[in-house]
């Protein structure tokens, strides 16, 4: 079955840098994109972007453009995503989820960012 | 970017029906968008239940469907049950290089 299975919770200082791994499994990760997206505490959706694993291409939400970039390594069926030059509101969970139906989540990556 | 709206709040009571509606800033919704709805539940990870406007998953319950209706995306549920209650966020595709945007989303209150 389709899974897909995050890294841990991360704890950031304002400035720094975070990178967030998502593992695929039971399906030919090259064959659909993988979008990020974030939700801070009590708040809503906010979609960050997506990478199409086959190709390395991405496209960004505007709001990110500057800060985030997504990679992907295929020998490992791993997508990543780094945010850089961390605030105070970045603090939220971090999904990935699998194109063409979102049928598939990661179950969330808690990011706090914390002086 | 385009602003993506709905109804920040709704009740419906246990059997009832309620649409919920998604609206853009650019003007009507379309197919073009390919408007999903997500489900989710407090704690939970966000679960799709509808994508291209009108499509289901396997473990999406008969009672939900969705549609276009009057230039805006719109989640009918017909029958709702207790576990329904939920927050539900629409989201809409913009141009060819299909970047997307959440809707606010929708407290769904059974009662």
């Known amino acids: 079955q389709v899974q897909l299975v995050q890294s841990g919770t991360e704890v950031k200082k304002p400035g720094a840098s975070v990178k967030v791994s998502c593992k695929a499994s039971g399906y030919t990760f090259t064959g659909y994109y993988m979008h990020w997206v974030r939700q801070a505490p009590g708040q809503g959706l906010e979609w960050m972007g997506w990478?199409?694993?086959?190709?390395?291409?991405?496209n960004y939400a505007q709001k990110f453009q500057g800060r985030v970039t997504m990679t992907r390594d295929t020998s490992i069926s791993t997508a990543y995503m780094e945010l850089s030059t961390l605030r105070s509101d970045d603090t939220a969970v971090y999904y990935c989820?699998?194109?063409?139906?979102?049928?598939?989540w990661g179950q969330g990556t808690l990011v706090t960012v914390s002086s | 970017q385009a602003v993506v709206t709905q109804e920040p709040s709704l009740t419906v009571s246990p059997g009832g029906t309620v649409t919920l509606t998604c609206g853009s800033s650019?003007?009507?919704?379309?197919?073009?968008?390919?408007p999903y709805w997500f489900q989710q539940k407090p704690g939970q990870a966000p679960r799709t239940l509808i994508y291209?406007?009108?499509n289901k998953h396997s473990w999406t319950p008969a009672r939900f469907s969705g549609s276009l209706l009057g230039g805006k995306a719109a989640l009918t549920l017909a029958g709702a049950q207790p576990e329904d209650e939920a927050d539900y966020y629409c989201f809409l595709s913009y141009s060819g290089a299909r970047p997307w945007v959440f809707g606010g989303g929708t407290k769904l209150t059974v009662l």
């Open positions: 989820a699998r194109d063409r139906g979102w049928s598939s």
């Open positions: 990478i199409n694993p086959n190709s390395g291409d991405t």
């Open positions: 650019t003007g009507a919704v379309t197919s073009g968008h390919y």
């Open positions: 291209d406007t009108s």
